[in-house]
């Protein structure tokens, strides 16, 4: 079948359109149907979030006693105190109110972080500079203590000493940090 | 407007440099997402928040340079007009949902387009910045500094244990998208890049057309970005992007060359025939085009046709989109009355070539 616009391309799309009662079928190539306006694409077309939202609402935690779930959340829905999301309005729309809101459901996220981060629920990248503040020396410490253990397994106890005192001076510094930041 | 002026304005000046691997890598990017600690995220802050947001960063850093970014130009998106917005979309400076906020929403581009800091989209700060060629790393630690940079002026939202707090779940922690654009019409031709994919996908890497989510291969150019943000440190995301990429140019340098040995004639006619569509249409439509280009560049790159300039592709891509086709007709243009522009533009971009 031929389109009915351009009579070039193929129909391969059929419209049946009701106005008061009147119905009318109408075959068009995508091009026309397009240009007649028949077809419209949402710029947000791909339905992304309504997949992710879909993850999210299958929380494993909750199966089998959905019922139960729907019924108690009517009396104490979790909602975010600065933005006021709720958390079913979150799963809804697949998007975070602000900031604090991760702090607001954080019992719930670990099975949704996991479920698209393939397994993963922590940070282990960049710390930024200023707001960091300690956990760049943290991080650091952590470091060393796992270079530690392994220098240990191996006996290489010199190395091991010295790494052992890199540790301690990075916990004084933090240590004095916070004591200046009290006094 | 003459076609020389108006091609300048289609090509960011940093796309004029060849990168490495830039026969087959057109650019790689590096996108961070970030937000104010403080103040809800555009999906549900009101508009005066917002409107707080984009005048402090443009009290901030309107008009200042960073190292190589010169002059950031402050683009309040309200005050284009929809065919503006369209070719910056199109130039890959701001991102379709940009354009949609318009209300609040703006960009500070450097002045060779090389940085672009969206304000205002989905997270309050997104940081983009584009190296022509395969340049991931390098294009990381120019995004930290950038970052860094914007950071003495912001507070960030960050957790010790979930890191950059970004508005959607798929991008919390590095809240980094880094994406490779790249040309592979041999893959395609000889159809193995369907069968990459999958493999491509268990990576946690994806695989899309040069417009973003959901947008089609066209022309064999394709995005190859990661999917995961949380639980990798950056670096560890790049090298694993950058381990694929490469292992695709390796695939498609070799079926380059599978194609001249087999098929080298059939492959001749399919690329000249491309380059006659291309010099003597008067009606062409942008997919026949974008398959046009693409067959023209990779005879360029395999030598077959001598007299072009590589650019090509880029420029015409970019120049042959709607948007761009309105801007340089200065009015808005039916479907059919692009075709014929388009067709006219490319023949006029060819002839400055001999």
Redesign the interface.
């Known amino acids: 079948m031929e389109c009915q616009e351009c009579h070039k391309r193929p129909a391969t799309l059929h419209f049946t359109q009701v106005i008061n009662g009147n119905k009318t079928e109408i075959q068009l190539c995508e091009?026309c149907a397009?240009?007649k306006g028949y077809m419209t694409y949402p710029?947000?077309?791909?339905s992304?979030?309504n997949l992710?939202s879909g993850l999210f609402n299958f929380d494993s935690n909750h199966i089998g006693t959905q019922k139960k779930d729907s019924q108690f959340q009517q009396v104490k829905e979790l909602q975010c105190a600065?933005?006021e999301?709720t958390f079913s309005e979150f799963k809804r729309?697949?998007?975070?109110?602000?900031?604090e809101c991760?702090h607001t459901f954080s019992s719930h996220?670990d099975p949704?972080?996991r479920r698209?981060?393939?397994?993963?629920?922590?940070?282990?990248?960049?710390?930024?500079?200023?707001?960091?503040g300690d956990?760049h020396i943290k991080k650091q410490i952590e470091s060393y203590k796992s270079e530690l253990q392994e220098l240990i397994v191996n006996e290489e106890f010199e190395k091991a000493a010295t790494v052992r005192d890199k540790i301690r001076e990075l916990e004084m510094d933090i240590r004095n940090k916070q004591d200046g930041d009290q006094s | 407007m003459t076609l020389e002026h108006f091609m300048n304005e289609a090509i960011s000046p940093w796309m004029r440099e060849n990168g490495p691997d830039s026969d087959i890598v057109l650019s790689s990017r590096i996108r961070l997402a970030r937000n104010f600690a403080d103040i809800p995220f555009p999906i549900i802050a009101n508009q005066h928040d917002l409107e707080k947001i984009r005048e402090f960063l443009q009290q901030e850093f309107e008009h200042l340079s960073f190292q190589d970014y010169k002059n950031f130009e402050f683009i309040s998106i309200r005050d284009l007009s929809s065919i503006e917005k369209r070719v910056l979309v199109e130039k890959h400076l701001i991102s379709p949902l940009l354009a949609q906020n318009d209300g609040t929403s703006a960009s500070m581009i450097s002045n060779n387009e090389q940085v672009s800091v969206m304000i205002n989209e989905e997270d309050h700060i997104r940081i983009q910045l584009y190296f022509p060629g395969l340049q991931l790393t390098k294009a990381l630690n120019k995004a930290f500094e950038l970052d860094d940079w914007l950071e003495e002026k912001v507070n960030y939202a960050f957790d010790e244990t979930r890191g950059f707090l970004t508005s959607c779940p798929t991008n919390v922690g590095t809240g980094m998208r880094a994406s490779v654009m790249m040309h592979l019409p041999a893959l395609a031709m000889t159809k193995q890049i369907n069968r990459m994919m999958p493999a491509i996908n268990q990576l946690g890497l994806v695989v899309r057309g040069i417009y973003g989510e959901g947008s089609e291969a066209v022309g064999n150019l394709f995005q190859i970005s990661n999917q995961i943000t949380l639980g990798k440190t950056e670096e560890d995301i790049i090298e694993d992007l950058q381990s694929v990429v490469q292992q695709l140019i390796e695939h498609e340098r070799r079926a380059r060359t599978r194609l001249m040995e087999q098929s080298g004639t059939e492959l001749e006619d399919r690329i000249y025939r491309s380059l006659g569509s291309l010099k003597y249409s008067r009606i062409i439509e942008s997919k026949e085009a974008a398959m046009c280009l693409s067959n023209v560049r990779l005879g360029i790159d395999l030598g077959i046709i001598k007299d072009l300039s590589r650019n090509i592709l880029n420029e015409l891509t970019v120049l042959t989109q709607p948007g761009f086709l309105q801007h340089y007709a200065k009015k808005t243009l039916t479907a059919s009355e692009r075709d014929v522009l388009r067709a006219t533009l490319i023949r006029e971009r060819l002839q400055l070539e001999e």
């Not at chain 1, 710029?43 to 791909?46: K, L, P, R, S």
């Not at chain 1, 729309?93 to 900031?99: D, I, P, T």
């Open positions: 091009v397009k240009e710029e947000d077309g791909y992304l979030h992710l600065r933005c999301m729309v697949g998007k975070f109110g602000c900031a991760y996220l949704i972080f698209v981060h393939s397994g993963n629920t922590k940070h282990r990248g960049k710390i930024p500079k200023r707001k960091g956990l």
